[in-house]
């Protein structure tokens, strides 16, 4: 895998994005932006499932990003993931990118 551009910090994110771990997925976003990284691609690749909380983490993290002049893109989200972010219509909000290399290039 080829490194991130400068200021672009891609976060691996792995299994589901549930109501059990939303809350420390939204803290570590969160700790990122307050610690500079402003700018962020959310690998989900492996997520297999999300649901209104890990909806919630997202969106927490994207207006943190947004808040410090930044922002925050997904990358390669799963069927169940596309499917959720088009009924609940975050698919305009969360913009998704099919790799992290096109989602990195999202965010220069």
């Known amino acids: 895998m080829s490194k991130s551009p400068p200021g672009i910090e891609v976060v691996p994110l792995s299994g589901r994005l ?3 771990n939303a809350q420390e997925v939204r803290q570590q976003l969160l700790e990122l932006v307050s610690s500079g990284n402003n700018r962020l691609v959310i690998d989900l690749t ?10 919630g983490a997202l969106v ?3 207006k943190a ?4 002049g930044g ?3 997904l990358a390669s989200p799963q069927d169940q993931a596309r499917m959720v972010l088009a009924l609940t219509t975050l698919d305009r909000l969360l913009k998704y990118h099919p790799t992290i290399e096109e989602a990195e290039a999202a965010l220069v």
Do not use: E, H, W
Request: hydrophobic share 45%.
């Open 65 to 68: 990003a947004r808040a410090a």
């Open 46 to 55: 492996t997520v297999d499932f999300i649901d209104s909380s890990g909806l």
């Open 71 to 73: 922002g925050l893109v």
């Open 18 to 20: 549930d109501y059990q």
């Open 60 to 62: 927490g993290g994207l």
